[in-house]
C-alpha cells in the first residue's frame, strides 16, 4: 500500500510539473493576453482607445505617439498618464513585459 501511494506521488508530481512546464512555453502571448484582458480592454478593447479615440494600440497611432517598440509600452504601462493608471505596482515587472509584448505583437497584426 506505501508502495502505491508512493507511486501515484511521483507520478502527479510529474504531471504537474509536465502541464505547468506547458504552461511556460505558451505563456508569453497566452500571459500577456490573459493579463490585457484583465487589465486593458476595458478601455483598449480590439487596440482601440475609448478615451482618445486617436491614440490607438496601432502601430500607426503607436508609432505616431512616440512608442517604438514593447519597451515603450512597458514605461507607459508603469507610469500611466492622464486617465490611464500607472500599473507598476499592481503587475509585476514579467507581466508588464508579457503585455507590452503582447500588445506590440498584436499592433503588428493590426490587431486581428
Not at 38 to 57: D, M, Q
Not at 70 to 92: N, V
Request: hydrophobic share 40%; proline share 4%.
Amino acid at each position: 500500500m506505501k508502495f502505491q501511494v508512493t507511486v501515484v506521488s511521483i507520478l502527479l508530481g510529474l504531471s504537474l510539473l509536465v502541464s505547468s512546464k506547458g504552461a511556460v512555453k505558451q505563456g508569453g502571448a497566452g500571459l500577456g493576453a490573459k493579463l490585457f484582458a484583465e487589465n486593458c480592454a476595458t478601455c483598449h478593447e480590439g487596440g482601440l482607445n475609448k478615451i482618445k479615440p486617436e491614440k490607438t494600440l496601432k502601430v500607426a497611432d503607436l508609432k505616431a505617439n512616440g512608442f517604438n517598440g514593447p519597451a515603450d509600452i512597458q514605461q507607459r504601462i508603469k507610469e500611466g498618464k492622464g486617465i490611464m493608471p500607472s500599473f507598476e505596482e499592481k503587475l509585476k515587472p514579467e507581466e508588464i513585459k508579457a503585455i507590452a509584448a503582447y500588445v506590440w505583437g498584436k499592433a503588428q497584426k493590426n490587431w486581428k
